[in-house]
C-alpha cells in the first residue's frame, strides 16, 4: 500500500490531488478570498478528471464507486462519512460491528457547541497548553 497523493509539500500534495479530480468548477472557488489560493487554482484550471478506473484498473466497482463519491473538491458533494460506512463497499464487515461503548458520564463534549469567539477560543487552547506544561514538568520531578 502506498499514499494516494504522496507530495513532498503541500502544492505538490495539491497538484497530484488535482491531476486526479480535475480542476474545480468556477462555482466550486467563488468563495475562496486567498490571492495566493485563487492564483494556485488559474494554474490547475486546465487539469481534468481522471477516472479511478483507469488508474486502478483491477479495482473493484465498489471501491471505485466510493473513491469517485468520496474525493470530490466541494464538501458539500462529497459522501458523508456515514454514507461512506453504509456503502456496499463496507456491507462484508457490518456483521462484525461493534456498537459504541458508553461515554462515561465524566466526559463532557458540550463545549463542543459553544459558539466562540476566535480570541477566547486562543484563550481557551494557551490555558490547555499552560495546564499540559505544567502536568508534564511537575511529573518530571
Known amino acids: ?9 503541500f502544492v505538490e500534495q495539491l497538484t497530484l490531488i488535482f491531476e486526479v479530480i480535475g480542476a474545480p468548477l468556477q462555482s466550486e472557488v467563488s468563495h475562496i478570498t ?3 489560493a485563487r492564483k494556485f487554482l488559474e494554474t490547475v484550471q486546465h487539469k481534468r ?18 473513491l469517485e463519491r468520496m474525493l470530490l473538491f ?4 462529497r459522501m458523508s462519512a456515514t ?11 457490518e456483521a462484525t460491528k461493534q456498537p459504541d461503548p458508553p461515554v462515561h458520564p465524566d466526559f463532557d463534549f458540550s463545549f463542543e457547541r459553544q459558539q466562540l469567539s476566535r480570541q477566547r477560543l ?9 495546564s499540559f506544561r505544567r ?3 511537575g511529573s518530571g520531578t
Open 1 to 9: 500500500r502506498k499514499p494516494l497523493f504522496p507530495g513532498k509539500n
Open 34 to 36: 486567498n490571492r495566493q
Open 49 to 66: 478528471r481522471v477516472p479511478f478506473s483507469r488508474i486502478y484498473k483491477s479495482a473493484a466497482t465498489e471501491v471505485l464507486d466510493l
Open 74 to 77: 466541494e464538501p458539500a458533494m
Open 83 to 93: 454514507d461512506a460506512l453504509n456503502h456496499d463497499y463496507f456491507s462484508p464487515f
Open 122 to 130: 486562543r484563550q481557551m487552547v494557551l490555558d490547555e497548553v499552560t
Open 135 to 137: 502536568e508534564v514538568r
